[in-house]
């Protein structure tokens, strides 16, 4: 496949690295993106997007918005996720396991 020849339904070119976010409104990058975490061995990367009151975490499993709790607080009560700040560094988890997935390096 050539790139640029893939375009989703928001004109996101999927092979360029661009996937839509629903926070933003806009085709991103997840690598680009000021917020990464990375899983325990360090090999997969998650994205984080904020805006005023939410959050929206771009994962291996799928993207998840939160809703803002604190400054350093968000949580999804649907999905049992949580974005929070732990000693100035950002973690992202599985609430209901309280099981942190993510960490930021």
Not at 22 to 48: K, W
Not at 83 to 104: A, I
Request: proline share 1%; with cysteine; glycine share 8%.
């Amino acid at each position: 496949m050539q790139t640029g020849n893939d375009s989703d339904s928001h004109g996101c070119i999927g092979s360029a690295g661009y996937q839509w976010s629903q926070l933003l409104q806009d085709c991103i990058r997840v690598f680009e993106l000021p917020l990464q975490l990375f899983n325990a061995t360090g090999s997969t990367l998650a994205g984080v997007a904020f805006s005023n009151d939410k959050a929206e975490v771009f994962t291996a499993n799928g993207d998840f918005i939160l809703k803002k709790k604190s400054d350093s607080e968000y949580i999804s009560e649907t999905y049992h996720k949580f974005l929070n700040q732990t000693n100035g560094k950002w973690q992202f988890g599985d609430s209901s396991l309280n099981q942190v997935e993510y960490k930021e390096k």
